[in-house]
Structures are given as structure tokens and as C-alpha cells.
Nanobody, 116 residues
Framework: VQLQASGGGLVQAGGSLRLSCAAPRSITSVFNSYVMAWYRQAPGKERELVASITVGGATVYADSVKGRFTISRDNSKKTVYLQMNSLRSEDTSVYYC????????WGQGTLVTVSS
């Protein structure tokens, strides 16, 4: 299964973006069974977990984004969101959504570029 993230773009430092990830039809019947997460990978770096959310809404965040990013999900729409505020240049990455732990296949991701 490949989940496609959207909503990335170019933003100035201090700005905001909202990423979205809608589950494909093939998994909509089981979407509500999985912990979902956002990951990111900057050039030359390992992919890292940014935030995760359980079906019930419990969340976990990487220390680097706590207080700035908010993960949410709409189980009726089978969609996961990542609200990113107070963006910094170090947030520049390709952002991916996937389950946690992740499924084998990754979607293309969406590029977020933060200019200082």
C-alpha cells in the first residue's frame, strides 16, 4: 500500500503548512485499525518519525517538533493531517505518511521547503 501525501510547498520561516494524506480505497476498510504517522527525510539524512496518532487520538511527537506540529486524523474521511506552525529551515524535508510501524512501500512524499 502506498499513501500519498500532499500539501507541501515553499514557505518562509515562521510560516505554516498543513499536510494531508488520504487512505487509498484498498485500505479504507482497515484504516481505523492502524496507528498512522508522519515521517520526514532531509537530503543526506535518515528518514525519521515526526509524529504518530492512534485510532483513539493519542499522539506522540519527535522532540524537534513538539509544540509546533499537530497530527490529527479524521477516521470518517480516512485521512491524516499534519499542521505545521512556526516552521524552521531545519524542517525542510520530504514528508511521508505511513502506518506506525511503517508498511513496506512508501509513497512519493511531499516536499516542504522552509526559507530563512
Amino acid at each position: 500500500v502506498q499513501l500519498q501525501a500532499s500539501g507541501g510547498g515553499l514557505v518562509q520561516a515562521g510560516g505554516s503548512l498543513r499536510l494531508s494524506c488520504a487512505a487509498p480505497r484498498s485500505i479504507t476498510s482497515v484504516f481505523n485499525s492502524y496507528v498512522m504517522a508522519w515521517y520526514r527525510q532531509a537530503p543526506g539524512k535518515e528518514r525519521e518519525l515526526v509524529a504518530s496518532i492512534t485510532v483513539g487520538g493519542a499522539t506522540v511527537y519527535a522532540d524537534s517538533v513538539k509544540g509546533r506540529f499537530t497530527i490529527s486524523r479524521d477516521n470518517s474521511k480516512k485521512t491524516v493531517y499534519l499542521q505545521m506552525n512556526s516552521l524552521r529551515s531545519e524542517d525542510t524535508s520530504v514528508y511521508y505518511c505511513n502506518a506506525s510501524p511503517p508498511w513496506n512501500k512508501w509513497g512519493q512524499g511531499t516536499l516542504v521547503t522552509v526559507s530563512s
